[in-house]
């Protein structure tokens, strides 16, 4: 089975087709761009990031499912931690950055990991 970090120009594709779709019911198509890149952003990416360091043997469809089951847990939790006990308010551009702070974190330690 192909991986899916080999094919990325399928996913942007497939990702810019749901775009257009939703474009369809939504009048602006910079707001469907958001929200279908915002989603895969926010809801896949830090998991799978997750779920490739720590389960490589795992099939592609498995993979996906773990990746969107710990992005709906793992960013969430950060971002109300980060604002309960650092005052680190709730925000878009907040949200972002931390999703971004996981997935860095975490081929930070791929990386050292794969030495």
Do not use: C, Q
Not at 52 to 77: G, N, T, Y
């Amino acid at each position: 089975m192909k991986d899916i970090s080999k094919n990325w120009i399928y996913v942007v594709l497939g990702l810019l087709v749901l775009a257009l779709l939703i474009s369809l019911f939504n009048p602006t198509f910079t707001e469907s761009l958001r929200i279908v890149f915002g989603g895969f952003y926010i809801l896949f990416l830090p998991g799978f990031a997750i779920v490739h360091l720590f389960f490589k043997d795992r099939e592609l469809i498995e993979k996906i499912a773990l990746s969107f089951a710990l992005s709906i847990a793992i960013v969430p939790l950060t971002v109300f931690y980060l604002n309960f006990f650092f005052k680190i308010k709730i925000t878009a551009l907040n949200t972002v950055l931390i999703a971004f702070a996981i997935i860095l974190i975490t081929y930070i330690i791929y990386k050292f990991k794969k030495h």
